[in-house]
């Protein structure tokens, strides 16, 4: 039990262009979700929470503009990367809280963004 | 808020020995401290956590420690294997006060040599 599906698990976009990211809980209903972001060789660095039926909350220093965050259902929640530049190329990581029964957040494995 | 500080930053230890890292925390209001592993390209995967009412606790080959006063808490592996080669990143929440979002360290890069 308690396991997070994203997709893609990579991507690769020209410049400019926007990519979705989806994050879903596939055995467990979890209202709140986490996108972080993680450069190679470096801890994992929250961007938002994503909170189901709200808006999302960020992270200090975190464009929302940019990052769009939708959680329109218990199990799902998407990250959209608009406009993208080469520097948003890293790995994004979500996790999802199990809130009905362990309370434990469980991670997805990851979508590996490549902006050329 | 909270800052989490994570050492040794890597550590190679030699098949079958015990592997320590050990986290700082900043938050006296911190009550939740998971470990997670994370392997090449894959996300991190929960392998023992430890709440702020509890002292030690084990699973099989893993123990976590807590010291409050201190705010200090360290993952203990023994009897290492290949497969314990991963990254290990601590973390420390505050739980439902604080959204549930979690802190991480550094990470430390262990490597178990056969």
């Known amino acids: 039990g308690a396991v997070v599906s994203q997709h893609p698990s990579w991507v690769i976009c020209k410049s400019g262009t926007s990519v979705k990211i989806e994050c879903r809980s ?7 979700m986490f996108w972080y972001r993680q450069f190679p060789k470096q801890s994992l660095m929250l961007m938002a929470t994503s909170n189901e039926g709200s808006k999302a909350t960020y992270e200090q220093g ?8 939708n959680h329109a259902s218990l199990t799902l929640s998407t990250l959209t990367v608009t406009s993208a530049h080469p520097e948003d190329s890293s790995f994004y990581i979500c996790s999802a809280r199990d809130w009905e029964r362990t309370h434990e957040q469980y ?10 | 808020g909270e ?3 994570q050492h040794p930053s890597t550590l190679s230890v030699q098949e079958g020995d015990s592997a320590v890292i050990k986290c700082t925390y900043s938050d006296s209001a911190s009550n939740y401290f998971p470990w997670y ?13 430890i709440r702020s009412n509890v002292g030690e606790k084990k699973d099989q080959r893993i123990a976590v420690t807590l010291n409050k006063t201190a705010k200090h808490f360290s993952l203990h592996i023994t009897e290492t294997q290949p497969e314990d080669s991963a990254v290990y990143f601590c973390a420390a929440s505050r739980g439902s006060s604080a959204g549930n ?11 178990v040599k056969p």
């Open chain 1, 26 to 32: 596939l055995d467990f209903q979890a209202t709140t």
């Open chain 1, 62 to 69: 975190v464009e929302k503009d940019k990052f769009l965050i």
């Open chain 1, 107 to 116: 991670f997805g494995p990851g979508t590996r963004l490549t902006v050329t």
């Open chain 2, 3 to 5: 800052n989490v500080e």
């Open chain 2, 37 to 49: 592993k994370q392997e090449l390209g894959k996300g991190p995967q929960l392998i023992i956590d």
């Open chain 2, 101 to 111: 979002k979690l802190t991480f360290g550094g990470g430390t890069r262990v490597l």
